[in-house]
């Protein structure tokens, strides 16, 4: 058997992986609040998670391997963007769970007959976070105030220990609202109150709405009991998020130990700062997807930087992974999947190590070994074949006629940047792109490329 080694957060270190069972493997990654399309810096944990997934299946059979992504479906910001849309809240939370079904299955990550993944929506475990939040108020680890029910930082002598930041540095980073009834300014909500127009359960303190913190608490703890293995999540959930989970789930269960190992992706970022939509600096994937960016692209594009270091999204690394998993096709075309190379699953098991893995498989295209590229390409979640619709053997099967016409357009695009016409050159992008062309701007020149997946590929009489 394999042995893997993943960097804990909670204790800095790279650390042999052992699982409390190994015929039971546990896993629960802080899934998605389903308010607006995902972008691309959502996708980061959703591809690296999965990857570790496959990972622990391959190492313990898929049988021994749970994994747990919880969607937050009650949260202020979906409360607030209901208001803003005029639209109910459940509306806009299973349009929104589509949208992220579809575009991460467009990365290849779509568990809907994996009978070992759960996906549990936080307004289906209410009754489990009512009796949690209650037994820490018998504890006295929680108190009540103006019918919030607050978490007692100072009750929980362990608290900062994931984080490892002082007082001060919390109280800065927590950002958490001073409220005159807080005992400590660092305490944080279990529960508050809802009014008429907000969503709400009936509680012991009044008809109130979790906190966010709660929710995955309750529901680790429902799905996987008071200790698992790994706990997964971006690097910007440390702080408050899972020091926040560490506090309730412990001092719940004292004898359990919650989480045994933490991982946490670092950030995506645009121009040296976290895409977030908050920041409004962020594309979604279906951005990326309707732009003719295949979503094995933008996976091999996340997959190719480790998941501890900050990684930007550039066009010329989307361009130039098209191109290698263009050559990895040709090379693998026909070949059935077989055993993943041990160099490949090493590097997976080194700390989770992509970038080391991908380049193991250039090596491999290299030497034209196929059957190994394919398998361990397989192993990320690469060269599928429900991932290969955009691939087309070769560009000299479509027509030249086709071509002239996709040319004469890209020309007269040409010459009305060169009359700095910008209006025309992006009417007539978009026609191309409306036929599923896309046209890339490079140093070298204007390129283009067929999606033929997309919707009106071959509708080529839309270019007259
Ligand atoms: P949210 O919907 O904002 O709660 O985030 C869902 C997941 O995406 C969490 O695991 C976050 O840590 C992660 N995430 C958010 N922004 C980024 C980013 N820019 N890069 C990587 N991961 C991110
Ligand atoms: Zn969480």
Request: charged share 25%; net charge neutral; aromatic share 10%.
């Amino acid at each position: 058997m394999n042995t893997i080694k993943l960097t804990n957060s909670k204790t800095r270190q790279k650390e042999f992986f052992t699982p409390i069972n190994s015929c039971n493997v546990r896993m629960y990654v802080c899934g998605p609040t389903v308010y607006d399309r995902a972008h691309i810096g959502n996708a980061r944990p959703v591809v690296v998670f999965d990857v570790l997934y496959r990972l622990l299946r391959y190492v313990y059979g898929s049988r021994h391997v749970s994994y747990v992504r919880n969607i937050t479906d009650i949260d202020d910001k979906i409360i607030d963007r209901a208001v803003q849309a005029g639209i109910e809240i459940d509306e806009l939370t299973s349009k929104t769970l589509n949208w992220f079904h579809e575009d991460m299955a467009a990365l290849g990550v779509d568990y809907r007959n994996d009978p070992q993944f759960f996906e549990p929506r936080a307004t289906e475990y209410i009754s489990e976070m009512l009796a949690m939040i209650e037994e820490l108020i018998k504890r006295r680890h929680a108190y009540v105030a103006k019918q919030h029910v607050l978490f007692s930082v100072e009750s929980f002598q362990d608290y900062g220990s994931l984080s490892g930041r002082s007082t001060e540095d919390m109280i800065a980073g927590a950002r958490v609202e001073v409220a005159p009834f807080k005992q400590n300014s660092m305490d944080f909500v279990l529960w508050k109150p809802s009014n008429n127009d907000q969503p709400g359960w009936e509680s012991p303190w009044g008809r109130g709405r979790p906190g966010w913190h709660i929710e995955c608490s309750a529901m680790s703890h429902a799905l996987l009991g008071e200790t698992f293995d790994i706990h997964g999540g971006g690097s910007d959930l440390i702080f408050p998020h899972h020091e926040n989970e560490i506090a309730q789930s412990r001092c719940f269960c004292p004898k359990g130990d919650f989480a045994r190992y933490w991982l946490h992706n670092e950030m995506l970022q645009v121009d040296g700062k976290k895409m977030a939509k908050s920041v409004g600096n962020f594309f979604t994937v279906r951005d990326l997807l309707n732009q003719s960016v295949p979503g094995e692209v933008i996976r091999f594009v996340l997959l190719s930087t480790h998941y501890r270091k900050p990684m930007n999204w550039t066009k010329k690394k989307a361009d130039e992974a098209m191109m290698t998993l263009r050559k990895w096709r040709n090379l693998t075309s026909g070949i059935k999947e077989g055993r993943p190379p041990e160099n490949v699953v090493n590097a997976l098991a080194d700390d989770l190590n992509t970038s080391r893995a991908v380049a193991e498989l250039h090596r491999l295209a290299a030497v034209q070994d196929g059957p190994s590229l394919k398998a361990g390409a397989m192993l990320l979640g690469l060269l599928h074949d429900n991932l290969g619709h955009w691939y087309a053997p070769k560009s000299n099967d479509i027509d030249e006629i086709l071509v002239e016409r996709i040319e004469f357009w890209i020309n007269q695009r040409n010459l009305a940047k060169i009359e700095k016409n910008y209006a025309r050159a992006d009417a007539i992008r978009h026609k191309l792109s409306a036929v599923g062309v896309a046209v890339l701007d490079t140093v070298d020149g204007v390129k283009w490329a067929i999606n033929p997946a997309h919707e009106n590929s071959g509708k080529w009489e839309l270019l007259e």
